[in-house]
């Protein structure tokens, strides 16, 4: 599978770089994680 890209209103992408930064991940790997952790919990 080809890597995606999806467009991010700046303000949650400001929010998603202090988010990562504060867990020690970087911001694509800590998306993944967000997105991993909704899903199973569904």
Do not use: W
């Not at 209103?9 to 991993?36: F, T, W």
């Amino acid at each position: 599978m080809s890597m995606k890209q999806v467009k991010v209103n700046p303000v949650y992408y400001q929010m998603l770089l202090e988010r990562s930064k504060k867990a020690g991940k970087k911001p694509e790997n800590h998306l993944a994680d967000l997105i991993a952790a909704d899903y199973q919990s569904k």
